[in-house]
Nanobody, 119 residues
Framework: QVQLVESGGGLVQAGGSLTLSCTASGRTISIHTIGWSRRAPGKEREFVASITRTSGSPNYADSVKGRFTISRDNAKNTVYLQMNSLTPEDTALYFC????????????WGQGTQVTVSS
């Protein structure tokens, strides 16, 4: 079992920045990839970014490339999502999730952290 806890959400003005954190506990050795997804009001959940635990290889959705940066600190079992140049369209509930394989379903999810960008 893996437990994931997100933090760092909040209210920010358009053009501002915010950093989210996702801290894993439990059987963290089993984690291959941790990712961030978001769900805006009235919309489907969408993938934002992911990073592999060992190599640190990142992957981004086109909508956030060049604005968001994902990184990890394995000593702290924490993955960060640095979000810059935020727009109201980034307003959503942000979730982190983990999986034990390079691809496939996300097996464990956090509760989410709300990001609200005001115009």
């Amino acid at each position: 079992q893996v437990q994931l806890v997100e933090s760092g959400g909040g209210l920010v003005q358009a053009g501002g920045s915010l950093t989210l954190s996702c801290t894993a506990s439990g059987r963290t050795i089993s984690i291959h990839t941790i990712g961030w997804s978001r769900r805006a009001p009235g919309k489907e959940r969408e993938f934002v970014a992911s990073i592999t635990r060992t190599s640190g290889s990142p992957n981004y959705a086109d909508s956030v490339k060049g604005r968001f940066t994902i990184s990890r600190d394995n000593a702290k079992n924490t993955v960060y999502l640095q979000m810059n140049s935020l727009t109201p369209e980034d307003t959503a509930l942000y979730f982190c999730a983990s999986r034990s394989l390079p691809r496939g379903i996300w097996e464990y999810w956090g509760q989410g952290t709300q990001v609200t960008v005001s115009s």
